[in-house]
């Protein structure tokens, strides 16, 4: 037998080669370690976002090994899988938890705010006041008032609400005003409000009714008759009176013979006869018949308005 080696020399010695290591080993090793971590960071509260991140790395790991066909890449994706479902649970059931936390105190910061700012207060008592008085009064007290317009001097006759009423503060109360009737000079009505007269004959004790009302007030006539000039720091006043008949058997210039003048003082003026000035004429009415004339008065510079009364001092007018 013949062959490359002498007789009795044994055939040369070939060491077996190993099979080569797979490549990428690093990404399974990486994926497990991460997959643990990301498992046991998940179920805690403060660091589960960083699990869940490295629960996404671990199964990214995981995957790029399994295709690599490394053992260790189905662990770590099993891993990484878990880790994320674990974060994504807790991390929804810790926001859940905190969320219904926050809401308590909040929602009880909101109460105490609204009930502060509804918070009911008693409605002072204002009727008889006037009405200046009483809206200074429920102004400082909280409140809006509503007059309707009224006079600031007129007297507060309701309220609404009532006083002692609990309301909002900042709640709006109705101020009406008494409806001044003219029957005191306290309460004289308005300038132009007429009234229904009664005039007994002191002859005969017949009577006759009328309306009787006074208006265009001027505060400062001047009369062209140089011989009815006012006193030193005096002036003439004016007033226009309207009569008309219900009945007939009326004499207009009765009717307004006893219309007197007052002033804020208490003064009293009686009419001055002027010549230039058309006084109400001496003349009976028939029923349903009208008369006007004028009424002058002598009254100091300083005299403004005043009140006006008249029936025998029964009624009382503003002059203005």
């Known amino acids: 037998m013949t062959g490359p080696y002498a007789p009795g020399t044994p055939p040369p010695y070939y060491p077996m080669q190993q099979p080569p290591t797979p490549r990428g080993g690093g990404f399974g090793t990486a994926a497990l370690i991460l997959g643990i971590i990301a498992v046991v960071f998940s179920f805690v509260p403060v660091i589960l976002?960083?699990?869940?991140?490295?629960?996404?790395?671990?199964?990214?790991?995981?995957?790029?090994?399994?295709?690599?066909?490394?053992?260790?890449?189905?662990?770590?994706?099993?891993?990484?899988?878990?880790?994320?479902?674990?974060?994504?649970?807790?991390?929804?059931?810790?926001?859940?938890?905190?969320?219904a936390t926050d809401t308590v105190p909040v929602q009880a910061a909101d109460a105490v705010d609204d009930g502060t700012d509804q918070v009911s207060v008693e409605v002072p008592d204002v009727v008889g006041m006037s009405i200046e008085e009483a809206s200074g009064a429920l102004k400082d007290a909280g409140f809006a008032t509503d007059d309707?317009?009224?006079?600031?001097?007129?007297?507060?006759?309701?309220?609404?609400?009532?006083?002692?009423?609990?309301?909002?503060k900042g709640s709006t109360v109705e101020l009406t005003a008494a409806v001044a009737d003219g029957s005191s000079a306290t309460e004289p009505a308005p300038a132009g409000s007429k009234f229904d007269m009664t005039n007994?004959?002191?002859?005969?004790?017949?009577?006759?009714?009328?309306?009787?009302?006074?208006?265009?007030?001027n505060d400062n006539f001047t009369s062209s008759n140089e011989y009815e000039q006012p006193a030193a720091n005096m002036k003439y006043v004016l007033l226009t009176v309207h009569v008309t008949a219900t009945t007939s058997g009326v004499d207009a210039s009765s009717a307004a013979y006893d219309v007197a003048l007052a002033g804020t003082d208490g003064s009293v003026y009686e009419s001055e006869y002027l010549s230039d000035v058309e006084s109400m004429p001496s003349v009976t009415l028939g029923e349903g018949q009208s008369a006007t004339g004028k009424i002058a008065f002598e009254v100091p510079n300083t005299f403004h308005g005043g009140i006006v009364s008249f029936g025998d001092g029964s009624v009382f007018v503003k002059t203005n």
């Open 49 to 99: 976002y960083l699990g869940f991140i490295l629960a996404v790395l671990a199964l990214v790991f995981g995957i790029i090994a399994l295709r690599r066909r490394i053992g260790k890449g189905l662990a770590g994706t099993v891993l990484g899988g878990v880790g994320i479902v674990v974060a994504l649970t807790f991390g929804t059931l810790y926001g859940i938890a905190t969320s």
């Open 148 to 168: 309707s317009g009224a006079d600031a001097a007129d007297t507060v006759a309701s309220q609404s609400p009532a006083a002692g009423s609990a309301v909002d």
């Open 200 to 217: 007994t004959n002191r002859l005969d004790g017949t009577e006759s009714d009328y309306t009787q009302w006074i208006d265009g007030y």
